[in-house]
């Protein structure tokens, strides 16, 4: 809960807490100037990237018939693709850790952004972790010593969202006009957002088959900033960082019908760059 409240209030800081004059024109010298903002209301953007993710540790909570414990403090990281044609063949392009973005822009400047983030969290395996709680299984049971349960060898548990951590979003974002020439302009932009986690989780767990299929498992939020560079007023590269929060009390982690499954919170940061192209972007004279 501390988590959220953090996230809560960055997002409102973000999205509240700065008032800007979309008037303002700044002479910067040499045919340079800080323009009057070009993203015109009914403006549109396609965006298409790739990132990197770490994320907090956390504590894992495992219920199903037999067994009700936490392991905690698990480390995890991402798993990005090895760089191949994956990145650029229009077949393979989800394979990588990707983001996409469809924007509208309900007011001058303020966009509202449809979004998903195809992260990809895997539980580091050379780990020993705390251990609280009970199973009655003794063979699993006997893994625990001393409070302490040592994954590395997968017989105990293997736990990741690689097909992946999605994140399926909905945000506001304000744009500003850092620098303006012919057919060249820099925007900072900042904001907010929050949706649904649909993650395709990968746990075996026990030694049973291993559970591998979508599932609505909690929520996001996130705060954003990004940095966008627009050529000839259409191409757009963009440099983002996002910190957000997650929330999962139902992740699947059997492929039965028991009532198997998981629960963990953890908070993120994000770095990603990719290209995008801008549509009825029109410059104010």
């Known amino acids: 809960m501390k988590k959220f409240i953090a996230v809560g209030l960055l997002l409102s800081n973000f999205i509240f807490g700065q008032e800007q004059n979309p008037n303002k024109t ?3 010298g040499d045919g340079i100037r800080a323009a009057k903002p070009s993203f015109k209301k009914g403006a549109m953007f396609v965006f298409w990237g790739w990132n990197r993710a770490g994320f907090s540790k956390s504590d894992i909570r495992f219920r199903g018939n037999g067994y009700d414990f936490t392991l905690n403090n698990v480390v995890a990281h991402d798993r990005p693709s090895e760089l191949s044609m994956a990145y650029i063949d229009p ?27 195809h992260m990809k969290y895997v539980m580091d395996q050379n780990q020993v972790i705390d251990f609280n709680g009970n199973i009655s299984d003794p063979k699993y049971a006997s893994m625990v010593q001393n409070g302490k349960v040592d994954v590395t060898d997968e017989q105990f548990l293997t736990f990741e969202h690689t097909d992946g951590l999605n994140y399926v979003n909905l945000g506001l974002e304000k744009y500003n006009n850092l620098l303006s020439k012919k057919n060249f302009d820099i925007f900072w932009a900042y904001g907010g957002g929050a949706g649904v986690m649909f993650p395709k989780s990968n746990v075996k767990l026990f030694g049973n088959e291993r559970s591998d299929r979508y599932h609505i498992a909690g929520f996001g939020a996130d705060a954003r900033t990004n940095i966008n560079f627009v050529f000839w007023k259409h191409i757009m590269a963009r440099v983002e960082g996002k910190f957000g929060y ?40």
Do not use: C, H
Request: net charge positive; proline share 4%; charged share 20%.
């Open 26 to 28: 700044v002479e910067l």
């Open 91 to 117: 077949t393979r392009l989800s394979i990588p850790q990707f983001n996409f973005r469809l924007a509208y822009f309900i007011k001058d400047n303020l966009a509202l952004v449809v979004a998903q983030d």
């Open 246 to 285: 997650i929330n999962m009390p139902d992740i699947k982690t059997t492929l039965n019908n028991k009532p198997d499954k998981a629960s963990q919170d953890f908070v993120y940061a994000q770095f990603n760059f990719g290209i995008g192209y801008t549509f009825n972007t029109k410059k104010y004279n």
